[in-house]
């Protein structure tokens, strides 16, 4: 067997998974999800059918839109901070830890990756944010808890590397006009925002410092959601019995990276609560109709990603609209580009706060920056791209085509590097 073929790289994320290998002159990043639009994606969701099958990938939102009502697991990345190793979230009659659901997405991956290559692998390397908690004993716990996944996927041997660290990898061996240049691997993806600062000398790099935050394309479609959307769905609106709904529960129960997490039990008893308030109150509150709708036709999933295909929309145009319409529920939402500099407020904040507090622990300031290097889907908002330009200079961000595929390739390029 060859032995690097048996080596594979996986970033496993909050939106999309990818595996890649390296090879004689490269990486080749596999076809993990032959369903998707771009195979070489797997989008990391699972559904489970109350009859006991289940799928994985883009198949899970085909048999959720033929089911809405069985479960369907989005943001499993960013159950891991939440949950404890033997914690156990009840689907229909099973009972699975976070790791055993990370497991199966894993166990499909491998199972692609193998059939593409022809030969089993047994190594794989993992990236993994820099932070999965502010916590440290909760950030090493998330760790253990990816890896036993990996464990329970089959990989007999499994090493970390933290993402913008493999971004930064795949970066050094592709830009070789770049020497003696101090660089900021600036990953933006759909759970965590993870910065690499370092420095290419001539034959190797040295990482200078690393920093992450929760904050991802996953919290900017929550933002959206809650300042956009919510007024559609009964927020303000006094409800039964002069109760006011606060924003945890409709977010709870709409946004699909959480209403999973719910029991059959618990989120047909929240349901049925809502049902009898809302009637109780009248025919009066059709806002509060339309949420009852959302909720027990479980919608939240569609509707995000009416909310995630408007704010994509916008790094092509100007403007747009965040457009839902099913089963009676119609919304029209006017969206601009200029108006997320308002509504991503506070996460852009965050976000600056962060580079200078990573620039400040590496000894740099943001004119010693030689390049800012982009990864992650949400590094193609052009108020993210504006942010930087405005640190760093226009010229010194370049907008690469390789957002998605950077992590996995310097994630190849280790796991092919045979070391103790
Ligand atoms: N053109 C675009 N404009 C804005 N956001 C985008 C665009 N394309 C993708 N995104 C966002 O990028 C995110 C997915 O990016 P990516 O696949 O890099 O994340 P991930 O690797 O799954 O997450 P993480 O690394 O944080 O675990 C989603 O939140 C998506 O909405
Ligand atoms: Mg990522």
Request: aromatic share 8%.
């Given at each position: 067997?060859?032995?690097?073929?048996?080596?594979?790289?996986?970033?496993?994320?909050?939106?999309?998974?990818?595996?890649?290998?390296?090879?004689?002159?490269?990486?080749?990043?596999?076809?993990?999800?032959?369903?998707?639009?771009?195979?070489?994606?797997?989008?990391?969701?699972?559904?489970?059918?109350?009859?006991?099958?289940?799928?994985?990938?883009?198949?899970?939102?085909?048999?959720?839109?033929?089911?809405?009502?069985?479960?369907?697991?989005?943001?499993?990345?960013?159950?891991?901070?939440?949950?404890?190793?033997?914690?156990?979230?009840?689907?229909?009659?099973?009972?699975?830890?976070?790791?055993?659901?990370?497991?199966?997405?894993?166990?499909?991956?491998?199972?692609?990756?193998?059939?593409?290559?022809?030969?089993?692998?047994?190594?794989?390397?993992?990236?993994?944010?820099?932070?999965?908690?502010?916590?440290?004993?909760?950030?090493?716990?998330?760790?253990?808890?990816?890896?036993?996944?990996?464990?329970?996927?089959?990989?007999?041997?499994?090493?970390?590397?933290?993402?913008?660290?493999?971004?930064?990898?795949?970066?050094?061996?592709?830009?070789?006009?770049?020497?003696?240049?101090?660089?900021?691997?600036?990953?933006?993806?759909?759970?965590?925002?993870?910065?690499?600062?370092?420095?290419?000398?001539?034959?190797?790099?040295?990482?200078?410092?690393?920093?992450?935050?929760?904050?991802?394309?996953?919290?900017?479609?929550?933002?959206?959601?809650?300042?956009?959307?919510?007024?559609?769905?009964?927020?303000?609106?006094?409800?039964?019995?002069?109760?006011?709904?606060?924003?945890?529960?409709?977010?709870?129960?709409?946004?699909?990276?959480?209403?999973?997490?719910?029991?059959?039990?618990?989120?047909?008893?929240?349901?049925?609560?809502?049902?009898?308030?809302?009637?109780?109150?009248?025919?009066?509150?059709?806002?509060?109709?339309?949420?009852?709708?959302?909720?027990?036709?479980?919608?939240?999933?569609?509707?995000?990603?009416?909310?995630?295909?408007?704010?994509?929309?916008?790094?092509?145009?100007?403007?747009?609209?965040?457009?839902?319409?099913?089963e009676g529920v119609?919304?029209?939402?006017?969206?601009?580009?200029?108006?997320?500099?308002?509504?991503?407020?506070?996460?852009?904040?965050?976000?600056?706060?962060?580079?200078?507090?990573?620039?400040?622990?590496?000894?740099?300031?943001?004119?010693n920056v030689d390049?800012?290097?982009?990864?992650?889907g949400s590094s193609?908002?052009?108020?993210?791209?504006?942010?930087?330009?405005?640190?760093?200079?226009?010229?010194?961000?370049?907008?690469?085509?390789?957002?998605?595929?950077?992590?996995?390739?310097?994630?190849?390029?280790?796991?092919?590097?045979?070391?103790?």
């Amino acid at each position: 067997m060859d032995r690097q073929s048996g080596r594979a790289g996986i970033d496993f994320g909050t939106s999309n998974t990818l595996a890649a290998v390296r090879t004689p002159d490269g990486v080749r990043v596999c076809e993990i999800d032959p369903v998707n639009a771009d195979p070489h994606l797997l989008p990391t969701l699972l559904y489970f059918s109350r009859y006991g099958w289940r799928r994985i990938g883009r198949a899970a939102t085909h048999a959720y839109h033929k089911e809405p009502d069985d479960r369907y697991i989005r943001g499993l990345k960013w159950a891991l901070p939440d949950y404890a190793p033997d914690e156990t979230i009840r689907i229909f009659e099973r009972r699975y830890t976070v790791s055993d659901l990370i497991g199966l997405v894993l166990g499909a991956v491998r199972e692609q990756v193998e059939a593409e290559l022809g030969t089993p692998v047994s190594h794989v390397t993992l990236g993994r944010p820099v932070r999965f908690s502010p916590d440290a004993r909760v950030d090493t716990q998330a760790g253990e808890m990816l890896r036993a996944g990996a464990e329970a996927a089959g990989f007999e041997s499994v090493r970390f590397l933290t993402e913008p660290e493999a971004a930064t990898r795949y970066y050094f061996a592709t830009e070789e006009a770049l020497t003696d240049a101090t660089v900021l691997v600036f990953d933006f993806g759909g759970g965590t925002l993870d910065l690499c600062l370092a420095r290419f000398g001539r034959g190797e790099y040295q990482v200078l410092s690393t920093g992450g935050v929760s904050i991802g394309g996953s919290l900017l479609d929550q933002v959206l959601f809650e300042k956009k959307l919510l007024h559609h769905l009964g927020k303000g609106v006094r409800w039964g019995r002069g109760l006011d709904l606060p924003n945890h529960i409709f977010t709870r129960l709409v946004n699909p990276d959480e209403a999973w997490r719910l029991s059959e039990v618990e989120y047909a008893r929240m349901v049925r609560g809502i049902l009898n308030d809302s009637t109780a109150w009248g025919t009066s509150t059709p806002q509060l109709r339309t949420f009852y709708t959302v909720v027990s036709r479980r919608m939240g999933p569609d509707l995000f990603n009416a909310i995630e295909t408007a704010k994509m929309r916008l790094s092509e145009v100007e403007e747009t609209e965040i457009r839902f319409s099913r089963e009676g529920v119609e919304i029209l939402e006017p969206l601009t580009r200029a108006e997320l500099w308002t509504l991503f407020r506070e996460q852009l904040d965050a976000i600056r706060a962060l580079i200078l507090e990573v620039l400040g622990r590496g000894g740099r300031s943001a004119r010693n920056v030689d390049r800012v290097l982009l990864a992650g889907g949400s590094s193609a908002l052009i108020c993210v791209q504006e942010l930087l330009q405005d640190l760093f200079g226009p010229e010194r961000v370049p907008v690469r085509q390789d957002l998605f595929t950077s992590i996995v390739s310097g994630l190849a390029l280790d796991a092919g590097t045979e070391r103790a």
